[in-house]
């Protein structure tokens, strides 16, 4: 072992207790994420702070020394953004949990990093109020995971992003720095807004400790409907009618092409059957639980006499909103097809059918064994591509990637809707973000981490 890294080991060792410094063994054994090919972590090393004051230590330390450190929260993430070569320390954030306070009156939450994004949830319910952020890793992602990929989620179409819900905010600097804009405030125009440094920044600016939460009155109906669509340019006019009809009630609009929802369906009973080329799952949260399905139904019977759709459901019970959610959230059932290549895109709605045949042409002439499966949260124009190229097809990925990304920078469109950069769309940063853009980012980085130990290598070089 190195002197540098005795000295480092000993030194984190002395931190946070010998316990909570894990090396060898103990590191390699751990999954390092359910995307790609199946994987162990790497590190040297994983230390697991108690605290935000054991957080700056281990910075400080890590600082002094030159030594590189990638920050983990629940390891959803889809970029590869917190992978971690042998050379790094992985900080994990699965003692830095729980909720520290809710407040009511003033509708918000502060908690801890490491805590589920499902525990948030839950205790904003416990309270009559909702956190309104909802992804399918809802059960294992972080919060502070959350807040550095800036997730969107199934919920966006009304609530926005988390940016939107993020009143405020403590992160770890690189030399251990501990800045605190824990602001409960909806309003702070004091200054500049350091709290967006670390949101969507994928843990290369800090690392964040603690969250403060804005919550939504909890919304006393759900429904949830199921509906099968014959062509595309009725997905786009059913999406208006349904939105316009809805008034402020709509919460979710989520479309699966047929071969996602035949795929992830098959096994279990379909709440439609498989003949229509479109599923769009609506998501509408009001205030009158007698009468919203009522109303929710009547607005698709309208649709169906236009012509808009082919068939619905409407869910009766919560077991039959759970039925229906689970098929698209089982994102994770594609990897069946390892190995399979997952994108997320946004461009605008009314580019999505020509894009997606383009995609389909290209893909089909490459790997005519091949399957493309398209899903997403079309109410934000926001798809995701799962590409089979077939067995044996692991090395495919870049010329994948090229038929995917090439035509978004002329449609206005961008290469990562939600899941971020990491190290996996980093060659391709600048086809849709401006030299100037990138420069700025590059500034920014070299301010905060002058000697580039957080997350090295991920977003850009
Ligand atoms: C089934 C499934 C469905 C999903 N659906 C969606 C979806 O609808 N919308 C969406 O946006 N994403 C979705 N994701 C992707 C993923 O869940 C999100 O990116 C999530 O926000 C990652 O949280 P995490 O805690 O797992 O982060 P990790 O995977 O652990 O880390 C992600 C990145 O954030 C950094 N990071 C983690 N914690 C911190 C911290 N405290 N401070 C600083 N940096 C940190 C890491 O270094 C890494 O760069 C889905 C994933 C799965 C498996």
Not at 23 to 52: C, F, Q
Not at 82 to 95: M, Q, T
Request: net charge negative.
């Amino acid at each position: 072992m190195s002197d540098r890294r005795t000295e480092l080991l000993s030194r984190c060792r002395a931190a946070l207790g010998a316990d909570a410094v894990l090396t060898g063994k103990r590191v390699h054994e751990r999954s390092a994420g359910i995307w790609g090919p199946p994987r162990t972590i790497a590190a040297g090393a994983l230390v697991r702070p108690a605290d935000t004051e054991q957080v700056a230590q281990v910075l400080a330390i890590c600082n002094e020394l030159g030594q590189r450190v990638v920050v983990h929260g629940g390891l959803t993430g889809v970029v590869d953004g917190a992978w971690a070569e042998p050379a790094d320390v992985v900080l994990s954030l699965e003692r830095l949990t729980g909720v520290e306070t809710v407040d009511p009156i003033g509708a918000t939450l502060q908690v801890r990093a490491g805590t589920t994004l499902a525990a948030v949830q839950d205790a904003a319910a416990e309270h009559g109020l909702m956190f309104p952020l909802d992804i399918g890793a809802r059960g294992t992602a972080t919060i502070g995971g959350n807040v550095a990929t800036n997730a969107g989620g199934n919920r966006v179409i009304r609530y926005g992003m988390i940016r939107s819900m993020v009143l405020g905010l403590e992160a770890v600097l690189a030399d251990g720095t501990v800045l605190s804009s824990l602001s409960r405030m909806v309003k702070n125009n004091a200054g500049y807004d350091l709290k967006q440094l670390f949101i969507g920044t994928e843990g290369t600016l800090g690392i964040v400790t603690r969250v403060v939460l804005r919550l939504v009155p909890r919304p006393t109906s759900r429904t949830t409907a199921l509906v099968g669509v014959g062509d595309f340019d009725r997905v786009g006019r059913l999406l208006g009618h349904v939105s316009a009809a809805c008034g402020g009630m709509l919460s979710a609009c989520e479309v699966m092409w047929h071969d996602y929802y035949t795929f992830v369906s098959a096994g279990r009973p379909r709440p439609l059957p498989a003949e229509h080329s479109y599923y769009v799952l609506f998501e509408a949260l009001g205030d009158e639980p007698q009468r919203d399905p009522e109303r929710f139904a009547s607005i698709l019977a309208d649709a169906q006499a236009t012509g808009l759709l082919e068939d619905a459901v409407v869910a009766k019970s919560g077991a039959e909103e759970e039925a229906i959610w689970a098929i698209r959230d089982d994102v994770v059932r594609l990897l069946e097809l390892r190995p399979m290549f997952l994108f997320d895109v946004s461009l605008p709605i009314d580019a999505v059918e020509a894009y997606v045949a383009r995609i389909r042409a290209a893909l089909t002439e490459a790997w005519p064994d091949g399957r493309l499966f398209v899903f997403g949260h079309l109410g934000d124009g926001n798809i995701h591509l799962a590409v089979s190229a077939g067995p044996g097809s692991g090395d495919a990925r870049t010329a994948v990637e090229h038929i995917v990304y090439g035509p978004l920078g002329a449609i206005g469109g961008s290469i990562s809707a939600e899941h971020g950069i990491g190290l996996e769309k980093k060659p391709y940063l600048d086809w849709c973000r401006s030299d100037e853009e990138i420069a700025v980012m590059r500034a920014i980085k070299k301010a905060l981490d002058p000697h580039g130990i957080l997350n090295p290598g991920k977003v850009f070089d």
